[in-house]
């Protein structure tokens, strides 16, 4: 009996540890969406409450911001089950709004179709350029992702070829630079101090 109580607790622990870190790494998220975009938290958070999906929300800012139209109206497009190339048409945007320039060869699964359709399309044309709901996401995350922390576009291909959500992504690459951060701060006081002692 002593065995069970302890293995039932032992699982609800595990269970509200478990609900933590995802709420942690959406907070982090949210909070980045937020910055990137130049908006509250709280706006971004009330769209959550919506109904919008984690990984829609830049999105919904890239769109809003593009076509210089509130977001709550793109949102509620999104909501009622509208693709994204159908909402970006609907405000005369398309698949040049959301290029990024990448230097150096793609050699992302993930990535690789996504920017090919830029390549074998002259730049003149690109307005005929459509991208799955996935494809515009994926795009705008990681434009989004990588300039905000202004970290390797290629390693965030990298992390969505192995399968990672861009929750998960955004909260490893905030982590990893803000160790390369530590590091570099820890070599310039060590250089710093050199120079004094000299």
Do not use: H
């Amino acid at each position: 009996m002593r065995f069970l109580i302890t293995t039932i607790i032992f699982v609800m622990l595990l269970a509200v540890m478990t609900v933590s870190a995802t709420t942690d790494k959406q907070t982090q998220y949210y909070m980045s969406v937020g910055d990137y975009f130049n908006v509250s938290y709280d706006k971004v958070d009330k769209l959550v409450d919506r109904g919008i999906a984690d990984e829609d929300l830049p999105v919904v800012f890239k769109v809003s911001q593009e076509a210089k139209v509130d977001f709550n109206e793109v949102a509620t497009k999104r909501l009622d089950g509208t693709k994204w190339m159908t909402i970006a048409s609907d405000y005369n945007l398309n698949a040049r709004n959301f290029y990024m320039i990448v230097n150096g060869k793609i050699e992302s699964k993930y990535y690789l179709p996504i920017f090919t359709k830029f390549k074998i399309i002259p730049k003149q044309q690109w307005g005929m350029i459509s991208f799955t709901d996935d494809e515009l996401i994926a795009l705008v995350n990681l434009k989004f992702i990588s300039s905000q922390y202004d970290y390797s576009a290629f390693q965030v291909m990298g992390m969505k070829d192995y399968g990672k959500d861009f929750v998960t992504i955004s909260k490893r690459v905030s982590m990893a630079k803000a160790k390369m951060i530590k590091k570099e701060m820890a070599q310039r006081k060590a250089v710093n101090q050199t120079v004094n002692q000299n």
